[in-house]
């Protein structure tokens, strides 16, 4: 049924995709330009850019359909591929886009299932993969977020037309390296079918979808479902058995059943029943692959791939990739993909949001590994409706053939996209453990000049590197001995100048087993810095990029983080391609040869002069002969050049040499490098890095560093401070120059960095950490040291060893953030209450996009207190956990989209718990509203009144005064 126009306004002013006084704005625009019928509003709208096609329709469906499902906005209806039946939507807070699954069935056991599946596959990450992201329970809704993604469905393709032969064993290629990523993070598919695989309608590559709303496929469950036989077209014989569960072979069967049904047109076999089909499955030949016309090779790879007996398939998909990578020759696609620049940030959010634990940690990946079950922390929610199904009719109409049947659409071309870069893993985002520091410092590019210079710190008493006083004698005429405190060091007492003694003593770094031609180096030790307190909130700073990273090399180095002393990282410039990166490891445990081979599994050996190498893809491997606990990673070429060395320290520039010659191996971390070296290869613009345009490091990093220095060092080490220390050679430049230009950059910072984050406008969830991070900022420069050691210009930090954690993340988060939405803010009356009274009178404005209700309830008083710095009377808000937790209320309910502007302190806090309640409410006086506010004796002092967060049956068991808001009609 058509609607009015007039209709059409209003149902797009009650929809939330447009503020109301800007829908008044569009309507004036639109009539002014002479108005029309609906379809001509929304067409107009459509132009404007202010609406979707997809939203359009819907609204000229007239169906009360909402648009935003807590921080996402609903974009499009996905009709076609494996997500066929999803939503697209924004996330609105990072502007990034993803896909939304809605659960079918709302009962609390499909949601914890549901749950926890999300919290197995969250960690794979792969070109061939759709992500998945995470839950949502929005308390009406709850739906998984996945990876936006646009596929064709293979099935389409199949019925249009064969599939391409030649294509196949790339096809296969792709999709054996998703499934691939699937196992190393200690999962299986369990549901690998013909329908679970899509093309990339932007770069024709094969991509395999999870929905992490479906049980595994078994047997038993289809059978107990009543589905269709067709779902056991892809079920290993095994499977058949009871209690069994998929494996990675049952995933490698049904991946072959797959590539058949490609090769032949057809599924393996065409029982009636399901029954039937599994009897098939287990007796029959593949007949029909003997007639398909594909190469013989890969006709007996499909053969081994769905072997009768598990025993005899392939044992692991990295076999699978062997056999293809032969078949291929030098036409194996790229594994690159670009990620959108949101995705960082988005990634950030929805690990800070969660309210459970969605992350499982990988098990080891193993060739009968089966699916890891984890269980979430959060309890099991109470079953909840759906989304709305809207039926939409498409503006376009499908095209059909000759018969009148409709001819799917299909990808142009399978060419996949060139390479945007070799994979760095690990190193780089070490790497940048360092940078991002300095990038804090540097992103704001200059300011006013701040003088720093403490000219009442010249008392005799100082501090050591734990940050403790040490009183130093002095008398007329004597020097100071400083021996047993700073070392070998004999220093006159502490100016506040005087650089501050390290921590560590350790030997120079030894550059042995690097290859020649590096210009930047990397030591890290991990199994020391995991032990600290600090390594993993770092690590969580780093953001989800980073960690996933760290898994892929832990994946194919065969150890983990604990298990390696030092990673000893040489970078070399590759021409216009990315640095070509050789990795030194060595490990705590004594091992041998055969005990380090063991975790690479099968691969192939082949002696040198120097040692055994073998071929560890993507990686050649090298352990030198007579050595223990120790190996080498790089690129073959390079592996070569050390054979033919002998693994003999390369030689270095000399400017280079003499920073390395006063390195410390036991700090955590060291950086040595060419400073040309990060903007002519590391960060040159043909690079692409999750977050955007590597100008926006280069352009920073060149201003903070200048043009002065010819090699420039970077350490840390976490201890009871944490303790960074920077050296550099100068070129042309004196030395006492050189030092004087970057500590002047340096001070120049903090004053400039507040107007940056304001020019940034950081969204909501890191805001209080941007809007503080001058001050941050400004401690971290008072703190500094400089000075000249050993002819060297030094400058060095000692600071709160937990202070790291915020300085990386708000350097991570300034580098990743685009411009965001408005902060919360808080609007002054211009006059302080003097009692409780007029403080709940007291107008202010909030804006939570989403929040736990203990941190809502923290920020509105922390706020109201930075308004108000004058109050002289008690002022808190506490939440009593015990009266929630007696109606079945948490502390950390879910708050979202809640706006209030301009309303008085009461409205805040009514409007708060009406969203936290568990329920929804006809208002604050309906007695189902069970969560309220009262004013009452704090629960630490009983001699003051503050603001208690309670529940109306505590309050009346107390004999609280209720507000008369919630008040129940008599």
């Keep these: 049924m058509a609607i009015s126009s007039q209709q059409f306004w209003q149902t797009l002013a009650s929809s939330g995709l447009v503020a109301v006084t800007f829908c008044d704005h569009l309507k004036s625009q639109f009539e002014a330009s002479g108005g029309g019928e609906a379809k001509a509003v929304a067409s107009f709208l459509i132009n404007q850019g202010v609406i979707t096609k997809y939203q359009s329709r819907v609204l000229l469906s007239g169906q009360a359909v909402p648009f935003n499902y807590g921080d996402y906005q609903l974009l499009d209806q996905v009709t076609t591929g494996p997500l066929s039946g999803c939503l697209r939507a924004v996330h609105r807070p990072t502007a990034h886009e993803v896909i939304l699954g809605f659960l079918a069935d709302g009962t609390a056991q499909t949601w914890q299932n549901t749950h926890n599946r999300v919290a197995r596959f969250r960690a794979v990450s792969s070109p061939f993969f759709v992500r998945v992201y995470a839950t949502e329970d929005l308390g009406q809704y709850r739906f998984v977020t996945f990876e936006n993604t646009q596929l064709f469905a293979v099935k389409d393709v199949l019925d249009s037309t064969p599939f391409p032969a030649n294509d196949l064993a790339r096809f296969g290629w792709q999709l054996a390296m998703g499934v691939q990523s699937i196992h190393e993070a200690g999962v299986t598919h369990g549901c690998i079918t013909i329908n679970s695989i899509g093309i990339d309608q932007e770069n024709g590559n094969a991509t395999l979808f999870r929905d992490t709303r479906q049980d595994d496929l078994l047997p038993g469950h289809l059978e107990a479902s009543g589905a269709e036989p067709q779902n056991a077209d892809y079920l290993a014989p095994e499977l058949v058995a009871t209690g069994a569960q998929p494996t990675v072979q049952s995933d490698i069967y049904a991946l072959g059943c797959c590539l058949y049904e490609l090769a032949c047109g057809q599924a393996p076999f065409s029982g009636s029943t399901i029954s039937d089909k599994m009897q098939l499955h287990a007796t029959q030949p593949l007949t029909a692959l003997a007639n398909a016309a594909v190469s013989e090779p890969l006709k007996q790879l499909i053969t081994y791939m769905m072997a009768k007996n598990p025993s005899t398939r392939f044992q692991s998909v990295a076999d699978v990739l062997g056999k293809l990578q032969l078949l291929l020759g030098d ?106 520091i300095f990038v804090g410092l540097s992103f704001m590019g200059g300011g006013n000049e701040v003088v720093n210079n403490d000219s009442n710190n010249q008392s005799s008493s100082t501090k050591n590197t734990n940050g403790e006083n040490t009183t130093v004698a002095k008398t007329d005429g004597e020097t100071t001995d400083r021996g047993e405190l700073l070392g070998n060091q004999i220093l006159i007492a502490d100016d506040g100048a005087t650089p501050w003694a390290s921590p560590t003593t350790g030997e120079p770094l030894s550059l042995e087993w690097c290859p020649p031609g590096a210009q930047l180096f990397i030591s890290f030790r991990p199994a020391s810095f995991s032990e600290t307190e600090i390594a993993d909130p770092t690590f969580q700073s780093l953001g989800p990029a980073f960690n996933s990273l760290m898994d892929q090399f832990q994946a194919t180095a065969g150890f983990k983080i604990g298990e390696i002393d030092q990673l000893l990282v040489s970078m070399l410039s590759n021409d216009d391609a990315f640095p070509r990166t050789c990795v030194v490891v060595r490990l705590v ?72 010659s006063v390195s410390d191996r036991d700090r955590h971390f060291t950086l040595l490098c060419v400073p040309g070296f990060l903007s002519t290869d590391l960060l040159q613009d043909s690079h692409q890095f999750y977050f955007g345009d590597p100008k926006r490091l280069r352009q920073p ?39 004087t230009d970057f500590v002047e950059r340096l001070n120049e910072i903090p004053d400039s960095i507040e107007q940056f984050m304001i020019n940034l406008n950081p969204p909501p969830y890191w805001a209080r950490l941007a809007y503080r991070y001058h001050t941050m900022i400004r401690t971290l420069v008072d703190q500094m040291r400089s000075g000249k050691e050993n002819k060297l210009a030094v400058i060095n930090f000692a600071v709160p060893l937990h202070a790291t954690p915020n300085l990386i993340a708000g350097a991570e988060l300034a580098i990743a953030s685009e411009p965001g939405a408005a902060i919360t803010v808080v609007t002054p009356t211009g006059m302080t209450p003097t009692n409780m009274d007029e403080l709940l009178a007291y107008k202010s404005s909030v804006d939570i996009p989403q929040q736990d209700l203990e941190f809502a309830v923290k920020d509105i008083e922390d706020d109201i207190k930075e308004s108000l710095p004058e109050l002289d009377f008690p002022f808190a808000i506490k939440i009593i956990g015990n009266d929630l937790r007696t109606d079945g209320i948490t502390r950390n309910q879910a708050i979202r989209d809640y706006l209030a502007t301009n309303v008085s302190l009461k409205e805040i806090l009514t409007g708060l718990v009406l969203k936290a309640n568990p329920d929804a409410t006809e208002g604050p006086a309906d007695p189902a509203q069970k969560l309220i506010w009262v004013i009452g004796p704090d629960p630490d002092d009983d001699s003051r009144q503050i603001i208690l967060l309670t529940t109306r049956k505590a309050a009346e068991t107390k004999e609280y005064e209720l507000p008369s808001v919630f008040k129940t009609e008599e």
């Design 701 to 739: 990093l060149e201003w903070l560093i200048g043009d002065s220095a010819e090699a420039i060092s970077f350490s840390l080490h976490a201890d009871d401070v944490m303790y960074l220390e920077s050296r550099f050679v100068a070129g042309l430049t004196d030395q006492g120059d050189l030092l």
């Design 331 to 436: 036409q194996i696609p790229t594994t690159s993909r670009e990620a959108p620049s949101t995705e960082q940030v988005y990634q950030s959010v929805i690990a800070a949001n969660a309210t459970g634990s969605l992350v499982a940690t990988p098990a080891a990946p193993s060739a009968a590994a089966s699916s890891v079950t984890t269980t979430a922390t959060t309890s099991t929610p109470a079953p909840r409706p759906t989304a709305p199904q809207v039926s939409i009719v498409t503006d376009e109409p499908p095209q059909v053939d000759e018969a009148g049947n409709p001819i799917p659409k299909r990808p142009v071309s399978y060419t996949p996209k060139p390479p945007l870069l070799k994979n760095p893993f690990l190193y780089v985002g070490i790497g940048f453990v360092a940078i991002l």
């Design 589 to 660: 445990e004594d091992l041998n040869t055969d005990d380090i081979v063991e975790k690479w599994g099968d691969v192939a050996v082949e002696e040198s002069d120097a040692g055994n190498i073998y071929s560890v893809d993507p990686w050649t491997m090298l352990i030198p002969k007579d050595t223990k606990s120790f190996f080498v990673m790089g690129d073959r070429e390079d592996i070569d050049e050390l054979v033919a060395t002998g693994g003999n320290a390369p030689p270095v520039l000399r400017s280079m040499n003499m920073l390395r």
